[in-house]
């Protein structure tokens, strides 16, 4: 099993963020979402040096179903992965960028659980 990018389970805050970003990609389609997630996946001087898979990043977000990511979407907005973690018999990696908002103390002591 492979958790990235993940602090394990959602919050009310990241709950909010996941319906808002529904909410954006059913009214506006998910072009409206492009340069908001390119900026939380990738680092500022990753965008800035806009190596050429970005176009290939680019083009797999704008060409995502809505319907696709809505559901997804909530999935992320509304889970818990920490119960069911002990009874997972094998390795779990667990991956957080080093420059990653998910890279802080409160997401490490819930790796450590």
């Not at 990511?69 to 990696?93: I, T």
């Amino acid at each position: 099993m492979v958790l990235c990018d993940n602090p394990g389970r959602s919050s009310p805050e990241t709950h909010k963020q996941w319906e808002e970003r529904i909410e954006v990609a059913r009214r506006d389609g998910m072009a409206a979402l492009l340069e908001s997630t390119m900026q939380r996946w990738f680092p500022l001087e990753t965008l800035k040096a806009n190596p050429p898979h970005m176009d290939l990043i680019r083009k797999m977000i704008l060409t995502t179903p809505v319907n696709g990511f809505a559901g997804c979407s909530a999935a992320l907005g509304d889970h818990d992965f920490r119960p069911p973690m002990p009874k997972v018999k094998n390795p779990v990696l667990w991956i957080v960028c080093e420059k990653g908002r998910n890279n802080d103390a409160a997401t490490q002591g819930l790796q450590a659980e």
